[in-house]
């Protein structure tokens, strides 16, 4: 075949074209467009714009409102990440088998992925507004009623419940796919030297779990970094903007309330972000993990 | 010692595994109950009709029907094309000589970073001058073009693992390249693009921020734009919630209970991609 190849460029034009070009048109130039038009001062619709350079980001640097949702995307990425990576490897690590009993467990875990962010987003809001069903449960066992969505704490709390409730199933497959390239051999040498399964976890499961530990906390980083839905529905950005992301910014500037290219700052500053996180943690955790081995 | 391990075991798998499901519970029997008695009593699953279900099939501010239409043929079409142009790319990635297929991985695999919002202020422009905006067509091409990664990143695994000898033998033969493809390597890859088309479904079906910004809005909802517009009206209106939410969930709930195993697999493929 790779005789075949190259003996025909046509062949390789028509495999590669349509993939490309779609990639190329909806992907890559927008991404530069983005970045060109953060350079403006367009509106989006007016027949021309001005080169501002770089005043949009000096805007963004002494905007208060964009500030804020980089906080509090950060809050909601690192907190979720760390959450989901406990109860991702705990998971795992009781459902490394292949009996019924575990496959039904890890299929009633998985579950919720399946369904959109919306949908869930809808489910929790639902349950946790203040006259809803949390705190109808809450207050059957003598628990006062808390207004999750109205406080700023408990409503970024309630999006990252919904995020873990969502993603702890995906987690585990991630960690289980880890796990089955551990050779059962070893915890079993740990067993017979008398270690218990604390200690086998601590000294023969965590440290060569270390690679995929890398992996997988970029991945759900980068994931969380682009939180939207979420927020959309849950909370609507509130209480009072509260619980606004950079993502939810993008959109409000960029679409509702026609600053274009001010959107487009903001969503190059996201960009970034994900580009830095996913270079920085990737060179950290990979160091750490010689370290351990 | 072992047997309190597995008791231990067991216990903090059911206890999760009630928490993980209460808020589907909640939700299935929400659908059939009365909003005061989800409120009242959100745990028993009585008394159950079908009325909420029956309103949310007819309401003024959602028509699900056509909700259901517009989703189907997008994300039918979209996954439909994308198998085509990406098991293509795919396969040149993983059967083509030298640097340039690595090359042209990675630069796709830069894609996979860049998060919707990033790129969908100017894609609004894109789509307006090839005359697509607020289109199904534009849709479903900007769809492609953002799946693409992801896409032929999977198959191009696959790709590499089928021997190149069959390949070769229908070359000596006097088949040309494309033949070659379409005869040969794509019935070979049909496993990796069922896994595939269960994972780009579940994606496009469930897709929210794309169609709410690229259709606009009254140009025809996806379920997931509609019931969100819906929902607002209707927010204190449990049962109805929930009604909506079943429904517009229904379709990718029997796929999974259908093909479980297949559906974990398909995510953990994609998860790679990292």
Redo the contacts between chains.
Sequence with gaps: MRLTLRKAPGAVLLLTAPALLAYVGFVFIPVLLTIFYSLTDWDGFSPSYDFTWLENYRTALDDEVFRHALWVTLEIAASATVLLTIAGIGLAVLLNRRDRITRAYQAIFFLPIILSPIVSGFLFQTVFTYDGIGNSLLGSVGIAPVDFLGDAHWALATIVVVTVWQTAGFTMVLYLAALQTIPRELNEAAALDGAGPFRTFRHVTLPLLAPALTVNTVLLLIFFMRIYEYVVVVTGGGPAGQTQTLAYRVVQEGVNDNRFAYGCTLAVVLLVLIAILALAIGRLLSLRERRVA | MRRW?TFA?HA??LS??LL??L??Y??LI?AFKPTDQ???S??RPSPLSLDAIRKALDQPTFDIAAAYRTSILITVTAVALLL???S??A??IG???GRWPRR?EL??L??L??????????????LDWLGLLFTYPGLI??D???Y??LA?FILSRFVAAIP?EL??AA?VDG????R??FRISLPLLRPALITLAVLLT?FI?????NPL?LLGSGRGET??TG??RS?GTY?TD?SS??A??LL??AP??V??LLM?RR??GA??AG?V??
């Excluded at chain 2, 088949?175 to 494309?178: E, F, M, N, R």
């Excluded at chain 2, 079906?205 to 921020?209: A, I, S, T």
């Design positions: 391990g075991r903090v798998l999760a595994g993980f499901t808020p589907l909640i939700a929400g989800i409120v009242g959100p745990l085509i142009v990406s293509m790319i396969y040149w059967r083509a000589p042209l630069f796709l830069l894609g970073m860049v998060p919707p919002q990033v790129i969908l202020l100017p894609v609004l422009h894109v091409v900007y492609v073009g953002v693409i990664p032929a190149p390949e070769e070359g088949a040309g390249p494309l070659v493809f579940i079906w469930n897709d929210f921020v910004i379920v997931t019931i969100y929902i927010s449990y919630v929930f909506n939410i517009v969930s990718m709930i796929l999974y479980q559906v974990i995510f953990a998860a991609k990292g």
